[in-house]
């Protein structure tokens, strides 16, 4: 399985979403989490083609020319400073489906938190390593539950 992991946003064009009061940008945010998800991937056999970019149809052109299996795209969350939580956004297919529900080419985009709530953020920043392996867990777990729909042809 060859995982395309995507780090949202991009360090020098588009910081995304701004958590001013404690300095934050979701582009830094997002590269960090996206490079400890990528350590234990590769630590557990997985094969990862990193990318992090402002052009949306650069990046699913590298993960389409690579042969990637899935896309996983790291970002975080902005409303009003007070919105917590994580959420997860999947393409309409059923192979999404599955790996949306194992976080768990099929694609999700994995909103780890809301980067304005300085609480949410401090809650996420104590167990980003935890948040780390759950995210490669999950995406670990992708192909055996995908055995058997026949939803997934290359991945093993």
């Known amino acids: 399985m060859k995982v395309y992991l995507n780090a949202g946003h991009d360090r020098e064009l588009d910081p995304g979403a701004i958590n001013k009061h404690l300095g934050l940008t979701e ?4 590269y960090e989490l996206s490079q400890l998800i990528q350590h234990y991937l ?3 056999g997985i094969a990862v083609v990193f990318g992090q970019n402002d052009d949306l149809f650069a990046i699913c052109d590298e993960a389409n020319r690579k042969e990637c299996n899935i896309f996983v795209s790291i970002h975080f969350n902005a409303f009003n400073g007070r919105a917590s939580g994580t959420e997860t956004l999947i393409s309409g297919s059923t192979g999404s489906l599955m790996l949306g529900h194992c976080t768990m080419m099929p694609a999700v985009l994995v909103e ?3 980067i304005d709530n300085d609480s949410d953020w401090r809650r996420y920043d104590a167990h ?4 780390a ?3 490669a867990t999950g995406i670990m777990q992708y192909p055996h539950q995908m055995q058997g729909t026949g939803a997934l042809s290359n991945a093993a």
Not at 27 to 30: I, T
Not at 128 to 131: A, Q
């Open 27 to 30: 582009c830094e945010a997002a």
């Open 42 to 44: 590769e630590d557990n």
């Open 112 to 114: 780890t938190c809301f």
């Open 128 to 131: 980003k390593d935890d948040v």
């Open 133 to 135: 392996r759950a995210i």
